[in-house]
């Protein structure tokens, strides 16, 4: 092995909910963990000024507050935090090979996987603008929906997390809209019923976003256009909601891991963390299409450092189980 060549007992990807949450429990666990922490320190979150859903913060707290936090709490045990980017994996042996930012190699016993998913947006100037003011963009109706109570917010998507999203963001705000590119709904037929019947979700169907429409600070509109005809029109609204997808930041594992068609990792074993690759785990919005929360990805981080712990202790049996872990 050349000098160059790190070992480490367990190596985790990301530094979101689940990446720290899964280091908080393996170095608690004597499993020194290393963590990455991506082009992104503190994953999704930092993007939002407030999250007022995870548990134990009763008046609220910021995404990037939050998030220090977390890191916090991993180093204060001893997680070696590092930048960096994963680049390549290969799974192919008992050994796990990682690098990093194509350069340095490192050899792990175990790998946590809290890489998330990346929202995707409609990529128009005034979407960013507004969504990196915090100022009434969002890719998520669970997380702000309730910033928007009575009032009325435009939505666009046609798929089942659209249509999913639109009902809930009906039983906060006073009226919803929502657009939908073709002249039928992607949703399965039920979602899309349930979208139809309910009283103050107006759907435009042909319909695209011109522009996003504000005062410098927040949204107070949305242009939309009809593709058929061309023609535009404004629509009032506090909130944009733009619920086309997410994309699991997973490329890198897709020659070794089973992943679904979006290429969200599969979990080899339901209600655990692992993979199809012994001693590769996984947590969070990586494996997760369907809760996508701060709190599910801080649960399943916990999990994959349990599995991965036991893991260890099973194949070595000098590894020593930190009764920590319980405390
Ligand atoms: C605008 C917005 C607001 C939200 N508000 C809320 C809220 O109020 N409440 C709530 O519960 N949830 C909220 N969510 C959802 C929540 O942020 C996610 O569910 C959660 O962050 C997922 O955690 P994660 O650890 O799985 O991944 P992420 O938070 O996405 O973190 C992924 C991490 O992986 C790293 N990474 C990716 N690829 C690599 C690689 N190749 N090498 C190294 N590192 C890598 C990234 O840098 C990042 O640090 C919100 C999401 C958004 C976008």
Same mark, same amino acid.
């Given at each position: 092995m050349s000098d160059t060549i790190e070992r480490v007992k367990c190596l985790i990807i990301g530094s979101g909910p689940a990446g720290y949450t899964a280091a908080i429990y393996a170095a608690r666990a004597n499993m020194k963990p290393v963590l990455y922490q991506g &082009? $992104? /320190? !503190? !994953? $999704?979150?930092?993007? +939002?000024?407030?999250? @007022?859903?995870? /548990? !134990?913060y009763p008046d609220g707290v910021t995404g990037p507050e939050m998030m220090m936090q977390l890191q916090k709490q991993a180093e204060r045990f001893e997680t070696d935090v590092r930048n960096g980017w994963i680049t390549k994996v290969d799974f192919s042996g008992d050994i796990h090979k990682v690098w990093v930012n194509d350069e340095k190699e490192i050899h792990c016993d175990t790998v946590i996987i809290s890489t998330g998913a990346s929202a995707k947006y409609l990529g128009l100037d005034s979407e960013q603008k507004y969504l990196k003011l915090g100022g009434g963009v969002s890719a998520c109706a669970v997380c702000d929906?309730?910033?928007? %109570?009575?009032q009325e917010v435009v939505i666009v998507g046609a798929g089942d997390s659209a249509c999913e999203e639109a009902h809930y963001l009906s039983k906060l705000c006073k009226k919803v809209t929502m657009l939908v %590119?073709?002249? @039928?709904? %992607? =949703? &399965?037929k039920i979602m899309a019923e349930r979208v139809k019947n309910t009283e103050n979700i107006e759907i435009l169907y042909n319909t695209e976003t011109d522009e996003v429409l504000g005062d410098g600070q927040v949204v107070t509109g949305v242009r939309v256009f009809n593709? $058929? +005809?061309?023609e535009k029109h404004e629509i009032p609204a506090t909130g944009f909601f733009v619920a086309i997808g997410h994309k699991p930041n997973t490329d890198i594992f897709k020659d070794y891991l089973d992943l679904d068609e979006t290429g969200y990792i599969i979990n =080899? *074993? /339901? !209600? +655990? &963390? *692992? +993979?199809?690759? @012994?001693?590769v785990f996984v947590s969070g919005d990586a494996a997760d299409?369907?809760? %996508? $929360?701060a709190i599910t990805a801080a649960g399943t981080g916990c999990m994959a450092a349990l599995d991965a712990e036991r893991y260890l202790a099973a194949k070595d049996a000098n590894f020593e189980v930190s009764t920590s872990t319980y405390n």
């Amino acid at each position: 092995m050349s000098d160059t060549i790190e070992r480490v007992k367990c190596l985790i990807i990301g530094s979101g909910p689940a990446g720290y949450t899964a280091a908080i429990y393996a170095a608690r666990a004597n499993m020194k963990p290393v963590l990455y922490q991506g &082009s $992104q /320190p !503190g !994953g $999704q979150l930092t993007t +939002t000024n407030e999250v @007022e859903n995870f /548990p !134990g913060y009763p008046d609220g707290v910021t995404g990037p507050e939050m998030m220090m936090q977390l890191q916090k709490q991993a180093e204060r045990f001893e997680t070696d935090v590092r930048n960096g980017w994963i680049t390549k994996v290969d799974f192919s042996g008992d050994i796990h090979k990682v690098w990093v930012n194509d350069e340095k190699e490192i050899h792990c016993d175990t790998v946590i996987i809290s890489t998330g998913a990346s929202a995707k947006y409609l990529g128009l100037d005034s979407e960013q603008k507004y969504l990196k003011l915090g100022g009434g963009v969002s890719a998520c109706a669970v997380c702000d929906g309730f910033f928007y %109570r009575n009032q009325e917010v435009v939505i666009v998507g046609a798929g089942d997390s659209a249509c999913e999203e639109a009902h809930y963001l009906s039983k906060l705000c006073k009226k919803v809209t929502m657009l939908v %590119r073709r002249d @039928e709904f %992607r =949703a &399965s037929k039920i979602m899309a019923e349930r979208v139809k019947n309910t009283e103050n979700i107006e759907i435009l169907y042909n319909t695209e976003t011109d522009e996003v429409l504000g005062d410098g600070q927040v949204v107070t509109g949305v242009r939309v256009f009809n593709n $058929q +005809t061309n023609e535009k029109h404004e629509i009032p609204a506090t909130g944009f909601f733009v619920a086309i997808g997410h994309k699991p930041n997973t490329d890198i594992f897709k020659d070794y891991l089973d992943l679904d068609e979006t290429g969200y990792i599969i979990n =080899a *074993k /339901p !209600g +655990t &963390s *692992k +993979t199809n690759v @012994e001693g590769v785990f996984v947590s969070g919005d990586a494996a997760d299409h369907v809760y %996508r $929360q701060a709190i599910t990805a801080a649960g399943t981080g916990c999990m994959a450092a349990l599995d991965a712990e036991r893991y260890l202790a099973a194949k070595d049996a000098n590894f020593e189980v930190s009764t920590s872990t319980y405390n």
